[in-house]
């Protein structure tokens, strides 16, 4: 099977990155390694026990070598996978017009995350995991992914807070969560379709802003903070969602870069979430030589040494590799440090059925004939659709059927490729906002006008001429991965360029504007808002490879908009009034507040807007008043597992259209209390459920679970309390309904935070 692998891969003239050991008839064939009887850390002890100390540091990187005469190939643990098989060193797309040129490419998270569609993103990312795995097949990925970036999205200017699901924690943690379910084939399986890593870990979500440089930032932290807000998706992903691997990040937490931090790697992954010896940490690449950057240690033998002993198993880099013998002659690591770090990673590649025959392993038979499947194509468009977020509509959409023509302007018109964002890989095909216009039946010219970034108004007059000869206008622009990126944040939260001016004038031309604003990080709408004849605003993040075409079924009517923003939308003031490196919440003389938890300023819209085509009524169903502390917390003890995960209540919500079309609706909860210390955040999201299709005179019913977690409150040493007292709960964005209820009973801990080294 191999030898006929190999020889197909020589005649199509590519190279194989990846082959799978020969458990038949290889060197380890007869061994423990093989023997899928075994546990994982049995036969990964077997197979590291052979291993001589260079064959050892041959393995630590990246990009492992292997072991030639035990038969063990090469393996890159480094390949990526954030919305659809990613471009990145450990995958290879073939040459165009082959098999294996493409990969489905899904929208980006920030995207995927305004669904507030739980089951959306477990079925997405069930596509890439096969995806993966018909890559794989060939040898043209690993099984390893460097996904998901889970840093919430704290401060608008962070160039990667595209690749993450938004500012809330309590979010955040239900899409990971989803995510990795479906990325690793299950909670826990026993075989793994993929392995996720959750990235960065921890509190890193600076690139490099006014000099303060990633490699070299150290971030301040409080413990309340980091427990509540900086490492709840971690949690999730770790304790909840098993994931079979995280990185530690380039940035140092309070005072110790995070790859050689063993209270984090340590105490609160290891020890505290049970992260076990199945699992392993890889740096974020380079991150151990950034010790040096840090001044953390003197040279590359002591950097290697400090990350490989606190923990960190895998470095992405070569530090790992040029250094350990070092290490190990000056005796600052023994041979069983690297043994572990090495069992750990293999463990993992045994849970993937990699030591696995072909023939009893299930994923070995997904091929290219399950890439980009019409139910594949069908699901990236509809994650599109249903990301898709209205902030403001005058009345003008979904367009009346007299529009006939629009003028598609705007550097976003044509994005094809733009439509990806970043960590993307090569789409099957990209339909642009014209080329969708054109595909509905509308008459449509296209005109850029101006650029991303450009002060030149030469485009101007051919756009406004445009603009009059149409029936609409559709503005197609916002910031892109030009002005938002890896290695760099931005400075101003304002519509880059002279796009504004543009808009502004377009709008006096009188006609029905449509303004689709694209991006990551949000830019201030203000203006647009307060315009009259700025029509409709549409948020798009990057909605991948069905971009336009869901854009177009929005703005033809064929479906209603229920995205909801998951990321406060600042004034552009905001960036003036707090320094990206502080990495505090709450509001205070020197920080308006960070997130629509604790920002004190009005925003100029809000997290979790998000308009459709019609109206709802909501109404809570039998929903108590007042619940016994005690009595919840001996349910939720005698229910077993994780304390914070216990059920609070689950509310009822009968959602009523009451309205002309269908559209899908996102029920967000929120609670708000002044029970417990100070500061009380304005709110917190408790629970959000996505129905679908609700018809017009519709009712449906709703389910918001709430946990205990979401009830507690956490003080300042990062532990959670219930406590008695007077709390409400909010629904939707603006409120549309609120109840009260009771806690009662004396305060209970729920949780214990361990507690930093003092
Ligand atoms: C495989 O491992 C199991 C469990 O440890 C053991 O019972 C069995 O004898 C092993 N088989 C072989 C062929 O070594
Ligand atoms: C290290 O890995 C490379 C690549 O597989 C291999 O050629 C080399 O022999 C390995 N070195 C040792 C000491 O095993
Ligand atoms: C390994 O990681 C390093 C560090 O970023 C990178 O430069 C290199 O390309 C990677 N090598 C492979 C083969 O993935
Ligand atoms: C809005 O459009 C009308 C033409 O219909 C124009 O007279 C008016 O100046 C425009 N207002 C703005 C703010 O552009």
């Avoid at 940035?251 to 699992?279: H, K, M």
């Avoid at 709110?683 to 019913?701: I, N, P, W």
Wanted: aromatic content about 10%; glycine content about 10%; proline content about 6%.
């Amino acid at each position: 099977m191999l030898a006929t692998l190999l020889l197909c891969s020589a005649l199509a003239g590519m190279t194989n990155a990846y082959a799978f050991p020969d458990c038949v008839n290889g060197p380890l064939a007869k061994t423990l390694v093989c023997n899928t009887s075994a546990s994982p850390t049995a036969r990964a002890k077997a197979l590291i026990s052979m291993f001589t100390t260079a064959e050892l540091i041959n393995n630590t990187d990246n990009a492992s070598g292997g072991v030639p005469r035990l038969g063990l190939p090469a393996y890159n643990w480094w390949s990526e996978a954030l919305h659809g098989v990613a471009s990145s060193p450990g995958v290879t797309f073939a040459p165009k017009g082959q098999d294996f040129s493409f990969a489905t490419s899904f929208p980006g998270p920030i995207l995927m995350s305004a669904a507030f569609d739980d089951e959306l993103i477990k079925e997405v990312a069930t596509v890439i995991s096969t995806e993966a795995r018909a890559f794989n097949n060939v040898g043209r990925a690993g099984l390893d992914f460097f996904t998901p970036n889970i840093n919430p999205f704290r401060d608008p200017r962070w160039g990667r807070g595209q690749e993450t699901p938004g500012e809330d924690p309590f979010h955040v943690s239900q899409y990971v969560f989803n995510l990795i379910d479906g990325l690793q084939g299950g909670i826990d399986p026993e075989m793994f379709k993929v392995a996720a890593d959750c990235k960065h870990f921890a509190g890193y979500d600076i690139e490099n802003w006014q000099g303060n440089d990633r490699t070299s930032f150290n971030a301040i932290i409080s413990t309340q903070d980091l427990s509540s807000y900086y490492l709840p998706p971690f949690q999730s992903c770790v304790r909840d969602a098993h994931v079979a691997s995280v990185m530690c990040s380039y940035n140092a937490v309070n005072g110790i870069p995070s790859c050689a931090d063993t209270y984090l790697l340590q105490t609160i992954l290891r020890d505290y979430w049970g992260f076990n010896n199945e699992r392993w940490v890889t740096s974020d690449c380079d991150a151990i030589a950034n010790f040096i950057d840090h001044k953390f240690s003197p040279d590359l033998p002591h950097a290697a040494a400090t990350g490989l002993k606190a923990g960190t198993d895998v470095d992405c880099g070569s530090t790992f590799g040029n250094n350990l013998q070092q290490a190990l002659d000056m005796s600052l690591v023994t041979k069983a440090d690297i043994q572990t770090a090495l069992e750990r990673q293999y463990a993992s590649l045994i849970r993937l059925g990699y030591f696995n025959p072909a023939a009893s392993q299930p994923y070995r038979q997904i091929s290219w004939n399950d890439v980009n499947t019409p139910a594949a194509q069908s699901l990236a468009h509809t994650a599109a659709v249903e990301g898709l977020t209205l902030l403001k509509n005058t009345g003008a959409l979904p367009f009346s059927k007299s529009i006939k023509s629009l003028a598609l302007i705007g550097p976003w018109a044509d994005a094809t490729t733009q439509m990806q964002g970043n960590y993307e890989g090569i789409a099957p095909f990209l339909i642009s906002p014209f080329a969708a216009a054109q595909a509905a039946g509308f008459e449509t010219t296209l005109t850029a006008g101006t650029g991303i970034n450009s002060n030149d108004d030469s485009g101007f007059a051919a756009a406004i001429a445009a603009a009059r000869a149409a029936d609409a206008v559709v503005f197609a622009g916002g910031i892109d991965n030009s002005i938002e990126a890896e290695g760099r944040d931005r400075d101003t939260i304002v519509w880059p360029g002279n796009q504004l001016d543009l808009i502004s004038q377009l709008a006096a031309v009188g006609k029905p504007l449509v303004v689709l604003q694209f991006g990551g990080g949000q830019v201030d709408d203000a203006a647009l808002k307060s315009n009259p004849n700025v029509s409709a605003i549409l948020h798009g993040g990057y909605p991948g490879q069905q971009g336009g075409t869901a854009v177009m079924d929005v703005l033809s009517g064929k479906v209603s908009p229920a995205g909801r923003l998951p990321v406060t939308q600042y004034p552009a003031s905001y960036v003036d009034a707090v320094p990206m490196t502080d990495m505090s919440l709450a509001s205070s003389s020197s920080n308006p507040g960070r997130t629509y938890k604790w920002y004190t300023g009005t925003p100029t819209y809000e997290f979790g807007t998000g308009l459709s085509f019609t109206t709802f009524n909501l109404a809570l169903q039998g929903a108590k008043t007042s619940y016994s502390i005690q009595s919840l917390v001996s349910v939720g003890r005698a229910a077993g597992g994780p304390l914070d995960l216990a059920p609070f209540d689950t509310f009822n919500v009968a959602v009523h259209n009451t309205g002309k079309v269908a559209s899908d609706f996102v029920v967000l909860g929120f609670v708000k209390t002044t029970a417990g210390p100070a500061p009380f955040p304005n709110k917190e999201l408790v629970s959000y459920s996505r129905v679908k299709s609700v018809g017009a005179g519709q009712t449906v019913s709703a389910k918001l679970a709430v946990t205990l977690g979401s009830i507690a409150r956490v003080g300042e040493d990062g532990s959670a309390t219930l406590y008695p007292g007077e709390y409400t709960l909010l629904l939707d964005v603006p409120t549309g309904l609120t109840h009260s209820f009771r806690l009662t009973g004396t305060q209970e801990q729920i949780t214990h935070w361990p507690a930093p080294p003092s």
